[in-house]
């Protein structure tokens, strides 16, 4: 059968799933400065809605709803990336606190703790929950960065051409590790990921949900991207 996709317009399409881009710019938005504007993600948010109607396959098992998801989500991604705001000394903090977690955790054996962090640090917890704020913006992709280990673009596993049985292999074993990272991860990061992610909740209601600030859920969700890029080093 014709694919229903390629009898639609371009308008059409723009009109049916604006809606969708939308909810995703608006989730992403709450998560950058202010200088982003909303206008620009939803344009590039568009973008990724055609380049998923021109790309779409059927036959590969996932509805349009997620794939066109996938795709608006990467390109929005993508469009932030080409503006790097984010100074050099963030990045540079965001690998000590990482290198900082893993050393913790190769000792001891548990999770790392706020206050052992600091103290390798050599700062004080306010310091460094100051660092994970900053981390925050820069971090704000780390989570889907993880899903996508080859920096191949979001939803490339989609993608007409099928990847080939080694990277195939590779990927499964990456998402093994990924996800029983997410399962070691402390309750309370895994269930500010789970409502940011799956439930696609913002900040602040996430804070209400767990009954804390809306700046201290940032930096529960940062140090959570932090601690899952330390245990999953070896795939970077």
Do not use: C
């Not at 998801?69 to 690998?95: A, C, L, Q």
């Not at 000792?107 to 994970?132: M, P, Q």
């Not at 990927?171 to 990272?181: D, G, H, I, Y």
């Amino acid at each position: 059968m014709y694919n229903q996709l390629q009898l639609q317009t371009s308008e059409e399409l723009i009109e049916q799933y604006a809606p969708l881009v939308k909810r995703i710019a608006h989730h992403l938005l709450a998560r950058l400065p202010s200088t982003v504007l909303l206008d620009d993600l939803i344009q590039a948010g568009m973008i990724g809605l055609l380049e998923a109607a021109s790309k779409y396959d059927a036959s590969k098992g996932a509805s349009f709803e997620t794939y066109a998801g996938i795709r608006i989500r990467g390109s929005i991604i993508d469009e932030v990336r080409r503006g790097d705001w984010t100074p050099r000394s963030v990045h540079r903090n965001s690998r000590r606190v990482t290198e900082a977690i893993q050393q913790i955790e190769a000792r001891t054996g548990r999770d790392a703790s706020d206050s052992e962090v600091a103290k390798e640090l050599g700062i004080s917890v306010d310091e460094y929950h100051n660092l994970l704020k900053d981390s925050l913006d820069s971090r704000l992709f780390s989570f889907e960065e993880m899903l996508n280990p080859e920096h191949e673009g979001p939803g490339e596993s989609f993608a007409n051409d099928d990847p080939g049985p080694n990277k195939h292999i590779e990927r499964e074993a990456f998402l093994k590790a990924l996800s029983e990272a997410i399962n070691n991860l402390p309750e309370r990061e895994k269930l500010v990921l789970a409502l940011y992610y799956d439930e696609e909740l913002n900040l602040k209601e996430i804070g209400q949900v767990l009954g804390v600030s809306e700046s201290r859920v940032s930096q529960i969700h940062s140090q959570a991207a932090l601690r899952l890029r330390s245990r999953l080093s070896e795939w970077q």
